[in-house]
């Protein structure tokens, strides 16, 4: 959904949403620089429930209006 460099540049964030954990680490094992041993990740579920308008998407279930 969105990634970057963390400042100072330390490495980096990805926000990704994903059905599960496992589907989300299959994903990021098909990376080429994990594949080639350059990066780790660290994953760290939460569950949003505090957004602003426009990142509905994030919630896992939608807001009632």
Known sequence: MASGPQLPR????ILAKAASRKELCDVLMED?????HVVS??????EPNKICTGLEAL???????
Do not use: C, H, N, S
């Open 32 to 36: 080429p620089f994990y594949q080639e």
């Open 10 to 13: 330390t490495g980096g964030v």
């Open 41 to 46: 990740y660290r994953v760290i579920e939460f």
């Open 59 to 65: 919630l896992a279930t939608p807001p009632v209006e």
